[in-house]
Structure formats: structure tokens, C-alpha cells
């Protein structure tokens, strides 16, 4: 996790990397409307993209006796946890001051956002990264002699707080994947905020994910008031989803969106103190869902619910 400072220097602000940088940004959004509206993110794999057959077919098992070599359709995720052989990390503030960011929180915090990662390799050998909140990367890939597969990929993504760019750097052989990941922010010149920096090198096997064990996002989004001030939220299922991660982001005070429950519902009451009284706020509260397969893997796709005033 990294951290940075901000303001009078007596707060710290906990940067969500990647996987809900996107997420913050369309919830920055949202707060310049006044009206509540529901937001779609960028549209996560669906069963006939992860498994690219005729649409009169079923999607095909994948197997999970990969060979040497990475050959598609077939999908994957990083498992966890991470064997990490290298960890380091520093924030640098605006005196040019560096600061080492602890070794554990780094390593947490990475494993985090790794873990969400889907990978999707199509019948053409090509392959795109979804995180959650963010739109696909393409990664390049090459084949190595030796049967490996070298998947590489770099995005970048901006928002009011400033820039993150991400290296993936990674080789596959056969079940195991070995990478170099690194993380560099840059802050806004609108905000007094240091810069940081993050690169592990971990080894990890993978797990290999069939297309129905991809559910589809959740969509139709929206809210109600509820009788004693709270937030009814709704939402239309996503095709094999077994259940529904519910994160809340209050901008005022909120630096990351903040996990509320997993739900089997389409819907979820928040009737907490916080969304009772932070819904009066000016910049209101943002809600996002997403869906949740049989086996526990998450659609990076999903919704943001604003409320506003």
C-alpha cells in the first residue's frame, strides 16, 4: 500500500492503485452532477469473448492440462499467495525527502491487486488484462525456446489525484508464472501530495478458469431513500454470478472504496450512521458493485451507483 501526504500533512491517503484508480475517477465524476445517475465501467470479459466460439455453441471447457506453451481460448488468474523474492517502495516529497514504504504493506497490498487480475487468451494466441474499474490492456506476448511465454504490459491511468503507470513484465511456463511488477505515481500539481514508487519480482502458479466460471457484470443500478434516512440499492443480475462484492466510496472523507459486503441478493440496504448522515454531503456517495462467479472470481467489470443530494 502506498501512502502519501496530503493537505496540512496530518492525514495520510492510501493509494488503490490500480484496481479502483478508475473507479475514483468516475466517481470525481459524478460529484460535478446533481443528479444521481448509475455509471457502467468498462465492460468486463463476457463467456463469448473468454471463450471465442459461434454463438450458437456453448462456451468450451477449458482444460486445465495447459501445454508448454500458452495456446488459447483459455483463461487465467495470478493464485495467491505471491512467493515474492524482491519487495521495495518509497514515497518522495516535494523537499526531495524519501521515506521507504514497510515491506508487508507492500506485499498486501500488490497481492490484493494482482490476485484480480484475469487474464484472456483468445483463439489467435492474443492476450488482454482486466483489472477491475479499468478498461483491457493488451498485453504483447512472445514465445520463448524454451516453451515459456513472455507476457508484457504497461498502463497508465490518470485522474484528478494525478498518474499511476503500471509494468507487468511477466514469463509463463506451463502453470507457473515469474514477473517484475512495478508502480509509479505521480501526483496532480493541484494537489500537495508526494510521488511513489513500488517493484516487486514474486513467482506464483496460475489458475486456469473455464467460461462459466466468469460471471457477467451486474447492471441497471440504482437507489432509494429508505424510511430512516439510509440507501436501498438495486441492481439486475449478472449472468452466473453466484453472489455481489458491494464497495461504498464517501469522497469527503473516504480515500478508497471501502468493501461493505458480499451479497447473494440483488440488492443491499446501507443504513449505516455514515450513509445516514455523509448522504447530505455536497459531493454525496458513490457505490460499486460487482459480480462474483461459482468459484469465487470476480467480473472486473461492473457498476457505480452515485447518490447525490
Known amino acids: 500500500m502506498l501512502t502519501r501526504n496530503e493537505g496540512d500533512g496530518h492525514c495520510a491517503m492510501y493509494w ?11 466517481q470525481a465524476f459524478a460529484s460535478c452532477s446533481t443528479n444521481a445517475h448509475t455509471t457502467s465501467l468498462p465492460p ?27 495456446h488459447g481460448p483459455t483463461n487465467f488468474l495470478l493464485a495467491t499467495p505471491l512467493n515474492f523474492s524482491s519487495t521495495s ?21 500488490i497481492t490484493g491487486e494482482l490476485k484480480r ?14 483489472s477491475p474499474g479499468a478498461s483491457p490492456i493488451t498485453a504483447q506476448v512472445t514465445l520463448h525456446t524454451d516453451g515459456g511465454t513472455a507476457i508484457d504490459y504497461t498502463q497508465v491511468v ?11 513484465n511477466g514469463v509463463l511456463l506451463k502453470d507457473q508464472m515469474t514477473a517484475t511488477y512495478q508502480q509509479q505515481y505521480a501526483p496532480s500539481i493541484l ?33 432509494q431513500r429508505t424510511s430512516n434516512g439510509g440507501i436501498a440499492l438495486s441492481w439486475s443480475a449478472g449472468q452466473n454470478a453466484t453472489a455481489y462484492n458491494v464497495y461504498r466510496l464517501i469522497s469527503d472523507h473516504d480515500q ?18 455514515e450513509a445516514i448522515h455523509d448522504v447530505h454531503l455536497t459531493k454525496g456517495m458513490t457505490y460499486a458493485i460487482f459480480s ?3 468459484t469465487g472470481v470476480e467480473n472486473p467489470g461492473g457498476i457505480i451507483i452515485a447518490v447525490a443530494q
Do not use: C
Not at 48 to 67: C, D
Not at 158 to 168: D, K, L, M, R, Y
Not at 256 to 270: E, G, M, N, P, R
Open 191 to 223: 494537489i500537495n501530495a508526494s510521488t511513489s514508487a513500488v517493484a516487486v519480482v514474486f513467482t506464483t502458479q496460475v489458475r486456469w478458469i473455464e467460461a462459466k466460471q466468469i460471471p457477467a457484470a451486474p447492471g441497471h443500478g440504482q437507489y
Open 89 to 109: 517502495g518509497a514515497t518522495k516529497d516535494n523537499n526531495g525527502a524519501i521515506t521507504p514504504l514497510a515491506v508487508n504493506a507492500i506485499k498486501t497490498e
Open 256 to 273: 478508497q472504496f471501502q468493501l461493505l459486503a458480499t451479497v447473494k441478493d440483488t440488492s443491499y440496504i446501507d443504513d449505516s450512521a
Open 117 to 130: 487480475l484475469l487474464f484472456v487468451v483468445d483463439n489467435s494466441d492474443h492476450v488482454k488484462v482486466y
Open 292 to 294: 462474483l462467479g461459482p
Open 44 to 70: 468486463g470479459p463476457t463467456a463469448s469473448q473468454t471463450q471465442p466460439v459461434p454463438t450458437s455453441a456453448p462456451p468450451v471447457p477449458t482444460s486445465t492440462l495447459q501445454p508448454s506453451a500458452l
Open 158 to 168: 490518470n485522474s484528478e489525484a494525478g498518474s499511476v503507470t503500471i509494468t507487468f
Open 16 to 26: 488503490f492503485l490500480l484496481s479502483l484508480t478508475m473507479l475514483l475517477l468516475l
